[in-house]
């Protein structure tokens, strides 16, 4: 597609500016602070080792007293594998998934407290190559997230490592997230600052950031949708028909941007890995779009399925 079809495009279906991010309220400045400045009292006296232990036994005590959630996640465990768990099934990822969980948050409460060399040694790439090779074109990437493991952990994570990070997020984001943001701008001001846009909306900043070479994530995977101009596909998964996102892919394509997928995976301590699962679109190889997302789609899905049959905990939301 030339420039001059892809301006076309973006006048006619880009909203004129990326939504303000919600302005942080007194109560929750004061609350997230409070809570903010424990977290890192424990992370000075327990160090990095102790507070992952700590985040353990937090999960564990979320677990027993947390009925409600319990069962809200055997609910989900018995969808992802297709028939009722036992009870060792139920009991054995139920508390990966509380322990999980909160080393997540937790982990990403305190980030902007440790020092670069140490973040840096907590993340991997599994296959650098085909990231920096479809970086490398000029025309950034979208990287089509699965809504497994901490999106958020992953951004900062690769933000340090000096890539360009941009996010296609809820436009209800909770308050946590948009404190820590805050938080991160101002610890590490020489980085480039790590873009957003809602998913309800397709500004013509993203077109811009396909330009300027950003790596835009993006999780297709879709609960419902909740705004019928949104174009979706529908496939069914695990035994249910589910949305997947297809917009960011359009934008894209548009864009010359090649497609990837993977997810964030937990390594225990502490450490993660970007899971890069391979390309889904290659630009300079589409001839017809709609075959392309199509295909596309399916391979996104094919792969939620299989990895969260192999590991149910990394399920991100109930």
Partial sequence: MTDTATTEHEATTAAPTARPRPALTVGQSVTLGVAHAAASVLLSVLRLRGLYWFACLFGVAEYVIDRRRRRRFARALAMILERKPTARERRKWTLAFFMQTRCDK???????RLPRDKIDSLVRVSDEALLQESLG???????????????HIG??????QGFKIAGVRDANESAIRRFMQDRWERRHPDLPRIRY??????????????????????AMDLLKVRDPKQKVTWL???????????????????SGA??????VEPLGGFRYELVVAGRLIDPNEV???EAA???AVRMYAATLENTLKRRPSLLSRL
């Fill in 293 to 295: 997302i199509d295909q």
């Fill in 236 to 254: 069914e998964v695990f035994g249910a028909r589910r949305p997947f996102l297809t917009g960011p892919m359009r934008i894209a394509l548009r």
């Fill in 137 to 151: 074109r000029g025309k950034g990437a979208l990287f089509g997230l699965q809504h497994l493991g901490s999106h």
């Fill in 287 to 289: 001839t017809d779009e």
């Fill in 197 to 218: 846009a809602f998913s309800d909306t397709f500004p013509r900043e993203i077109y811009r950031w396909y330009r300027e070479g950003y790596l835009i994530g993006a």
């Fill in 106 to 112: 937790l982990f990403y409460f305190i980030i902007d």
């Fill in 155 to 160: 951004g900062m994570l690769l933000a340090l």
């Fill in 258 to 263: 090649p497609v990837l997928h993977g997810w």
